[in-house]
Each structure stands twice: as C-alpha cells, then as structure tokens.
Nanobody, 123 residues
Framework: QVQLVESGGGLVQAGDSLRLSCAAS????????MGWFRQVPGKEREFVAA????????HYTDSAEGRFTISRDNAKNTVYLQIDSLKPEDTAVYYC????????????????WGQGTQVTVSS
C-alpha cells in the first residue's frame, strides 16, 4: 500500500513562509490526485488544496486562494504545499491525502492519509 510521509512543519512567526512536503512511497492510480487537509484542535479537518498528478490542475478551498500553492515533483513522487504570509490562524496539523473517491473537499473521500505535520504560527 502507498504510504504518505509529510515533513516541513514547525514553529514560525506570523508573516513567514513555509513549504510542506509529502512523499508518496510509490506512484499508482491512488496518487492520481493528492492534496492537503488541516485540523485545528477541537475542529473538523478541512480541505486546503489538491492537485491532479497528470495535468497539474490545482484545486483550492476559497480561504486558501492567494496564500497557499500546491505543486508536485514527478521525479520525486512528492507534493508540496507552499504557505505564504502565515497567520496565527494557520496553526494546525496539516495532513497529506491521496486516493480520492468522490469530492475533493470531503475528508471521507480520501483513503490514504499521512501522519500529519504540525505548523505553529506565533504572533
């Protein structure tokens, strides 16, 4: 089974930028779409962005437009999430996802999840 391993989280200051990485152990049909969710303690996981591996088409939630950029590196089987102008409210655990069966925006649509990487933004 494909495994997803996130990295790149940490403690940063408001206004900084951060790039999260998600490496897939192999490329299969299940990684044709990969994406990111995030979860704040006490709240549900929310969709951030997804990317079609074949054509690079990007999907974003409305609140992510402008500061978040998803990209992929075919040679490394890796998806990235660039976050600019970080805000304290971006503090969350960020999860990499793959193997979508349905709407990109729903947690239940994804069968593969990484372990998550913590992003903490101080004001």
């Amino acid at each position: 089974q494909v495994q997803l391993v996130e990295s790149g989280g940490g403690l940063v200051q408001a206004g900084d930028s951060l790039r999260l990485s998600c490496a897939a152990s192999q490329r299969t049909f299940s990684t044709n779409v990969m994406g990111w969710f995030r979860q704040v303690p006490g709240k549900e996981r929310e969709f951030v962005a997804a990317i079609n591996w074949s054509d690079g088409y990007e999907h974003y939630t409305d609140s992510a437009e402008g500061r978040f950029t998803i990209s992929r590196d075919n040679a490394k089987n890796t998806v990235y999430l660039q976050i600019d102008s970080l805000k304290p409210e971006d503090t969350a655990v960020y999860y990499c996802v793959a193997d979508v069966r349905g709407s990109f925006y729903h947690t239940g649509s994804y069968k593969l999840w990484g372990q998550g990487t913590q992003v903490t933004v101080s004001s």
